[in-house]
């Protein structure tokens, strides 16, 4: 059997193709919806439940305080995507800071930005940031189809991963909440 | 002018036609604009590289000052990679590797694999394969290793005569180069420490109640990964064939120029202390908590003092800075790209679409999807833990046994490697020796992954279902 080798032009368009062949597949599956409007329609100051997962990546910079407690700072990003009809949006950019302590548990604020580049602000209390543990948010406003948002939310973390070099990574699932809007989530931003 | 440089206008064209396309198509629901112009950059760069618009760093220099002077990435993070351990890691081991060839050692220990494997060149490749799988489970960086196994491979191609700029005998060193790049892949999914990113992976799995072992992994991983290990030094000497098949005299002669060369040199003897002080850091370094970085520039730094290398020798490295810039650039952008929470994003939509799905296709479809992903990575570990958990969750909730599924992951997360120039660190330095061109890198990454999947499906699942449940 001879093998003869193809050239190496013909790799390059192929490969490209099955390359573009991906991008193209990533983009259907990322732009299925470009929009929010596609939620079930609520008035205005109804309740508007949902669930949802975080997954997020950052830092986490860790004090020893005593032999056994710890302390820390943490700076987290990711996405934030949710499920249900009557949620306010498919999902959001979420990234929170906070202070997390083993003994007096976690003080953090997050910001969750859409693809309008609209903000919802809430407040965090909860556990030590680690496996497991739950954490607690409350809305406190927004900008946008979000000003003077309320309500709230839950979640548990399913693994916190420290990385290597302060590098940490989560994942939340189970969130769950309700968020009452004063603007419907159609309305144009402001 | 030749027909590929007539059609270099026409794909550049195309190239910005791809990046403008995407920045201005709406962003979609639940990503930022910031991630989204980041995704637009970074695809056109690499679509840019495989198309053979431009080179590698090229193309990363024309991404990173896109997305900086747009304010789409805050400078710091853009450049960030410059001062990454594992990108400094790579960067030391070239310059390190440089004095294993230069004071004729590497020469020495290239005769002595040579005359034992060297009656043809598929004995070499088998002979890289071998080695490797059997000092990965000491190194828990398969970077590191990269690192041990270069400056020999480098050495064995030279010593057969093969030089990359030249046309004649430049296949020779690409095959071994590649066996290279391929069997840090294969032999990192066989061993549970082979990696950092297996420990890693291991970790998540445990959240869903999993323990995994040393022996656990060895016994799951064994069949399918001893299978690429015996098959591949074969399969790549067909995709790329090197040119010079049979050596029958080669042992005798090896063994007529050991001889020649006569006891060790000086310089030989310190370069054989240095690197094995630095394997031994590199084996050490998770027990002792040393830094793999600092471990190789402690080393670099006694081979300078003691005049094994020269500032002369650091002058002649230009191609290392070039290395340098585009892995530290692409690097950046991939870790953002994942911090912008593009990648959780476009991973928790995929698996998505897969509700309802029967069971055996949804575990296909997900272990597919989960290599293709890893075009957009730049490090393994960032690859594992952004999308690991995710994937798992949803195969677990399509049926696929948990077991089944974790295994498939971790090891895909190994052998997914070899997927393009930049998909593992320990790449880099096999890329950066010139021997094979990009579009060759990026054919032989996508039919080895390929190969690596097919046996991992075929053999693997049943091996898996039988031993892991």
Redo the contacts between chains.
């Keep these: 059997m001879c093998?003869k080798?193809r050239p190496?032009?013909d790799?390059?368009t192929?490969?490209?193709r099955?390359?573009?062949g991906?991008?193209t597949?990533?983009?259907l599956?990322?732009?299925?919806?470009?929009?929010?409007s596609a939620e079930r329609a609520l008035p205005a100051g109804e309740w508007r439940e949902f669930e949802g997962?975080w997954?997020?990546?950052?830092t986490r910079e860790t004090l020893p305080f005593g032999p056994d407690r710890r302390t820390a700072i943490f700076h987290l990003?990711?996405?934030?995507?949710l499920t249900g009809s009557q949620r306010p949006?498919?999902?959001?950019?979420?990234e929170a800071i906070g202070f997390s302590d083993t003994r007096a548990g976690m003080e953090g604020r997050c910001v969750w930005?859409?693809?309008?580049?609209d903000r919802v602000f809430s407040e965090l209390k909860g556990q030590f940031v680690g496996?497991g543990n739950r954490v607690a948010g409350t809305f406190v406003g927004g900008t946008g189809r979000y000003a003077g948002v309320t309500g709230e939310y839950t979640f548990q973390w399913?693994?916190v991963?420290d990385?290597?070099?302060g590098a940490v990574?989560g994942?939340v699932?189970g969130l769950k909440g309700r968020a009452r809007l004063v603007s419907p989530p159609g309305a144009p931003s402001k | 002018m030749t027909?590929?440089a007539n059609h270099k206008p026409v794909r550049k064209l195309l190239c910005l036609a791809l990046a403008l396309g995407?920045w201005f198509?709406?962003?979609?629901?639940?990503?930022?604009?910031?991630?989204?112009h980041l995704f637009a950059a970074f695809?056109t760069a690499?679509?840019s590289v495989?198309?053979?618009a431009f080179p590698l760093l090229t193309a990363a220099m024309l991404a990173a000052g896109a997305v900086v002077l747009t304010g789409t990435v805050d400078p710091a993070k853009a450049f960030a990679g410059f001062a990454h351990?594992s990108v400094l890691l790579v960067v030391a081991a070239f310059l390190v590797a440089n004095s294993v060839v230069k004071c004729g050692l590497g020469r020495r220990i290239s005769l002595l694999v040579v005359a034992g494997f060297g009656r043809s060149t598929l004995g070499l490749g088998y002979s890289i394969f071998l080695t490797d799988a059997l000092i990965a489970p000491a190194f828990p960086s398969n970077t590191a290793r990269g690192g041990v196994l270069y400056p020999i491979i480098l050495s064995l191609a030279q010593g057969n005569g093969s030089r990359p700029d030249d046309a004649a005998t430049r296949r020779l060193g690409g095959y071994l180069m590649f066996c290279g790049m391929a069997s840090l892949s294969v032999s990192s999914a066989l061993w549970l420490t082979a990696t950092?990113t297996n420990p890693?992976g291991v970790?998540?799995a445990a959240?869903r109640g999993l323990k995994i072992g040393f022996g656990t992994w060895l016994l799951a991983s064994s069949v399918p990964a001893l299978t690429t290990i015996l098959l591949l030094p074969l399969i790549l000497y067909?995709l790329?064939?090197p040119g010079m098949a049979g050596t029958p005299d080669a042992p005798a002669m090896a063994r007529t120029e050991l001889r020649r060369m006569g006891r060790l040199t000086r310089d030989e003897w310190m370069v054989a202390v240095v690197f094995a002080s630095m394997v031994a850091g590199w084996v050490l370094a998770d027990t002792l908590r040393l830094s793999l970085t600092a471990v190789a520039f402690a080393g670099l730094g006694v081979l300078l003092a003691t005049d094994v290398l020269t500032l002369a020798d650091m002058d002649l490295q230009g191609g290392t800075l070039v290395t340098f810039f585009w892995l530290a650039v692409l690097f950046a952008l991939s870790t953002q790209l994942?911090?912008?929470?593009?990648?959780?994003?476009?991973?928790?939509?995929?698996t998505a679409?897969l509700g309802g799905i029967a069971r055996p296709a949804a575990y296909v479809i997900l272990l597919v999807l989960y290599v293709?992903?890893h075009?957009m990575f730049v490090s393994q570990?960032?690859h594992v833990?952004?999308l690991f958990?995710?994937f798992l969750?949803v195969g677990a909730r399509a049926g696929v046994p948990v077991p089944l599924m974790a295994f498939s992951l971790l090891f895909a997360s190994s052998y997914f490697s070899t997927l393009t120039p930049q998909a593992g660190s320990q790449n880099i330095i096999f890329v950066g020796s010139g021997y094979l061109?990009q579009?060759?890198l990026?054919?032989l990454g996508?039919l080895t992954v390929g190969f690596c999947l097919l046996v991992y499906l075929v053999l693997g699942t049943p091996w898996l279902l039988l031993v892991a449940g």
């Design positions: 093998y080798p190496m032009s790799f390059r192929e490969v490209g099955r390359w573009l991906l991008v597949l990533l983009l599956a990322a732009c299925g919806r470009t929009d929010g997962s997954t997020a990546a950052g990003t990711g996405s934030l995507l949006a498919l999902g959001f950019r979420a930005t859409d693809e309008r580049g496996d399913q693994y991963v990385a290597g070099d990574s994942r699932v | 027909a590929a995407i198509a709406p962003v979609p629901a639940g990503l930022t604009a910031e991630a989204w695809a690499i679509v495989i198309l053979n351990a950092s890693l970790s998540l959240q067909r790329f064939p994942n911090e912008l929470g593009f990648m959780g994003y476009v991973g928790e939509r995929l679409l293709l992903m075009y570990g960032a833990l952004a958990s995710v969750d061109t579009g060759e990026y054919r996508l």
